[in-house]
């Protein structure tokens, strides 16, 4: 058993799937399971966390934590984890997980594993594995040292678990005081799409530069929409200027677990492959029966994109009014 | 301005990954070793400043072992100024090699502002820049998209999920981590590549800059290859047919709609 802290992540009020995820892993090894909370107005948020594991959660809020930084979260959560003996810190690799997380690791002269897809716990310590070379090998981290360990997990590769409404934590408050800042957010411009984020989505539809133009990247909207999906695409597509590099899944993109993938018009190449083949299901649709794609493919479709994705979308339509 | 860039060394992206004997880490034979794709935005950022900034230099620097001086020249090739190789073995982790390069631009005279790519493409781990910062003492932004230069301090938009962003200001001497479209990286010209050959690239040592092995927090082991997966389902028919056994599948078999 060990202490583990989880940094609970929220947005706009909602916390985030992977600190469910987190919680939930911990928990079941029989932690003793912290969470950390921060942000301005979220004390609210901690019966939800201890619905998904948390014994314990240390709510710190405060107006100057209303946007994150890693600045003024490192202070308040070094002051946490340093003073109630944290042996394993959890976050998960999201755009703020993986930006907090070294200052986190540089100030408790500690090693981080980032963005690892496996994680057992063994007593006080943790057995993790992450992706190398974007996907193309794997590797264990050995943390030497007697310091905390610190974990980021990639989304999705734990999963989330039921939550349990009759549980409880108890809710300790954190005294903020925030000192130097030399950081601070002075906007968030929020996305134009509702549609999930590819990183964290459970399904991604992506497509090639089969598509041929931006306009017909519709098609894949569309059919998204329907299963709440997130949209990807190849770097070939982004090159294109069909879609912009936010969306671009592949080794100089983001890297993808979702439960399933759905390849529409994509030939495979390495770079793409490395970025989504720890997908749980691939889908591949594709003209061209060699494309090296089906090799990763659990199911493939030899075909043309635009008539089986308009097809496949009214099939699954069906099958959400059913 | 005094302008620095960290940058690292790896495999090219259409490398196949092959593992050395013992499986602690990869064969690199035959390898092509490129300058990581992310840390290109950086260098072309700080050349960009130093044409807005007349009298500004370009110092790039970079950890690993001697082939590392081949992605320094690379980045001299591309107009920056000089050069410094930290020397540190090829199994440093995040935390070894950003202690050695805040180190060595600790000895610097005067730091203005220092770039970075988001993260390198062979271990992906994006942990260097925000390390690099916090040992050199710097406040960071990364994954910024865009960045305006003010005369204390930087004001970056920086990528977050869901095609949101944040705008950061950031008080300077500041690190910037560059993502994939800050900027459009410039090719290196014949007559910057003959210069770059005469270019100084100065080594230092890692115990020069204060590394020690107590610096290595983690390492790599038990490397494996995915394993091979086994052949897929094809399914047949014509496109409507395709369409519905697809959805039945996905359902039935596979369950995840």
């Known amino acids: 058993m060990a202490k583990v802290f989880v940094i609970a992540e929220q947005r706009d009020g909602r916390l985030k799937k992977s600190t469910f995820e987190l919680l939930g892993a911990s928990a079941a090894a029989g932690n003793e399971t912290h969470a950390i909370l921060l942000g301005e107005g979220v004390a609210g948020l901690a019966a939800e966390l201890a619905h998904y594991g948390a014994n314990k959660v240390h709510v710190a809020d405060h107006a100057g934590l209303k946007f994150y930084t890693a600045d003024a979260y490192a202070q308040v959560i070094l002051g946490v984890v340093k003073s109630s003996g944290a042996e394993i810190i959890l976050a998960g690799h999201t755009p703020t997980g993986r930006d907090l997380m070294p200052k986190l690791a540089a100030r408790l002269d500690a090693g981080?594993?980032?963005?690892?897809?496996?994680?057992?716990?063994?007593?006080?310590?943790?057995?993790?594995?992450?992706?190398?070379?974007?996907?193309?090998?794997?590797?264990?981290?050995?943390?030497?040292?007697?310091?905390?360990?610190?974990?980021?997990?990639?989304?999705?590769?734990?999963?989330?678990?039921?939550?349990?409404?009759?549980?409880?934590?108890?809710?300790?408050?954190?005294?903020?005081?925030?000192?130097?800042?030399?950081?601070?957010?002075?906007?968030?411009?929020?996305?134009?799409?509702?549609?999930?984020?590819?990183?964290?989505?459970?399904?991604?539809?992506?497509?090639?530069?089969?598509?041929?133009?931006?306009?017909?990247?519709?098609?894949?909207e569309d059919m998204a929409d329907v299963v709440g999906a997130a949209v990807g695409a190849s770097r070939a597509a982004v090159d294109a200027g069909y879609r912009p590099h936010r969306d671009q899944v592949g080794q100089t993109g983001k890297v993808v677990s979702p439960a399933l993938y759905v390849a529409c018009g994509i030939s495979g190449a390495i770079q793409h492959l490395a970025g989504m083949r720890t997908s749980k299901v691939i889908v591949a649709i594709n003209t061209d029966s060699e494309a090296p794609i089906f090799q990763v493919a659990d199911y493939g479709v030899v075909g043309d994109l635009f008539q089986v994705v308009p097809a496949l979308q009214g099939e699954l339509s069906k099958m959400k009014d059913h | 301005m005094n302008i620095y860039v960290c940058i690292k060394q790896v495999p090219d992206t259409e490398t196949k990954i092959k593992l050395n004997g013992d499986n602690s880490g990869i064969d690199t034979t035959g390898i092509k070793w490129i300058v990581s794709p992310f840390d290109e935005f950086a260098i072309e950022e700080a050349l960009r400043l130093r044409e807005k900034n007349p009298g500004s230099t370009v110092t790039v620097l970079s950890a690993g072992p001697t082939r590392v001086v081949e992605a320094i020249r690379t980045a001299l090739a591309m107009g920056a100024d000089n050069g410094i190789h930290v020397e540190t073995p090829e199994t440093a982790d995040s935390n070894y090699s950003a202690k050695a390069l805040a180190g060595a631009l600790k000895k610097e005279p005067k730091v203005d502002i220092v770039f970075t790519g988001k993260e390198a493409i062979d271990d992906g781990a994006a942990q260097g820049s925000q390390l690099i910062a916090e040992f050199a003492g710097l406040p960071y932004a990364t994954?910024?998209?865009?960045?305006?230069?003010?005369?204390?301090?930087?004001?970056?938009?920086?990528?977050?999920?869901?095609?949101?962003?944040?705008?950061?200001?950031?008080?300077?001497p500041a690190l910037?981590?560059?993502?994939?479209?800050?900027?459009?990286?410039?090719?290196?010209?014949?007559?910057?590549?003959?210069?770059?050959?005469?270019?100084?690239?100065?080594?230092?040592?890692?115990?020069?800059?204060?590394?020690?092995?107590?610096?290595?927090?983690?390492?790599?082991?038990?490397?494996?290859?995915?394993?091979?997966?086994?052949?897929?389902?094809?399914?047949?028919?014509?496109?409507?047919?395709?369409?519905?056994?697809?959805?039945?599948?996905?359902?039935?078999?596979?369950?995840?709609?």
Do not use: W
Request: net charge positive; with cysteine; hydrophobic share 40%.
């Open chain 2, 176 to 257: 910037i981590a560059a993502q994939k479209g800050m900027n459009e990286p410039r090719y290196a010209s014949l007559p910057n590549i003959m210069k770059a050959k005469k270019k100084e690239v100065k080594v230092l040592k890692a115990s020069d800059v204060g590394v020690a092995d107590a610096d290595q927090k983690i390492r790599f082991k038990n490397f494996q290859l995915p394993p091979p997966k086994q052949a897929g389902k094809k399914i047949s028919g014509d496109p409507a047919t395709q369409a519905k056994e697809l959805a039945r599948l996905l359902h039935e078999e596979a369950k995840v709609v």
């Open chain 1, 112 to 220: 981080l594993a980032s963005d690892c897809t496996s994680l057992a716990f063994e007593g006080a310590t943790v057995k993790v594995r992450r992706p190398v070379y974007s996907g193309k090998a794997t590797a264990e981290v050995e943390f030497i040292g007697s310091g905390p360990k610190l974990v980021s997990m990639r989304s999705n590769a734990l999963g989330v678990p039921k939550p349990d409404t009759s549980k409880t934590a108890e809710a300790v408050s954190v005294a903020v005081s925030l000192g130097d800042l030399k950081t601070k957010v002075t906007e968030v411009v929020k996305g134009a799409s509702a549609r999930p984020d590819v990183t964290e989505a459970s399904i991604v539809v992506s497509g090639g530069r089969s598509l041929k133009t931006a306009e017909n990247f519709k098609l894949l």
């Open chain 2, 143 to 172: 994954v910024v998209l865009n960045a305006e230069y003010g005369a204390s301090s930087v004001k970056c938009k920086r990528e977050v999920e869901g095609g949101a962003f944040e705008m950061l200001e950031v008080q300077l």
